[in-house]
């Protein structure tokens, strides 16, 4: 079953910013422009059957969703992979 619920980890987040809050928010400015294009690639690799670009993308996820502590996200994404 698919859920749009994803839990963050701010303390993980935070220590992959070095404790830079600024650094941090410009993380999170990036994730949310980036990643609705990666969900979109992502989808059109598994509708053309694209398995090599299925796991590139899937790995892409995996990496920008481990900076914010997601572990269900990037549990997911490691299974794509």
């Not at 701010?10 to 809050?21: E, F, I, N, Q, T």
């Not at 694209?50 to 920008?64: C, E, F, N, P, T």
Request: glycine share 4%; net charge negative; proline share 1%.
């Amino acid at each position: 079953m698919y859920s749009r619920e994803t839990t963050i980890d701010y303390s993980v987040a935070l220590r992959w910013a070095d404790g830079d809050r600024a650094l941090l928010a410009e993380l999170v400015e990036v994730f949310v422009q980036d990643c609705p294009r990666r969900i979109a690639e992502l989808e059109e690799a598994v509708n053309s059957g694209q398995a090599d670009l299925i796991r590139r993308v899937a790995h892409s996820l995996k990496g920008m969703v481990s900076v914010f502590g997601a572990d269900r996200a990037k549990s997911l994404s490691q299974t794509m992979e």
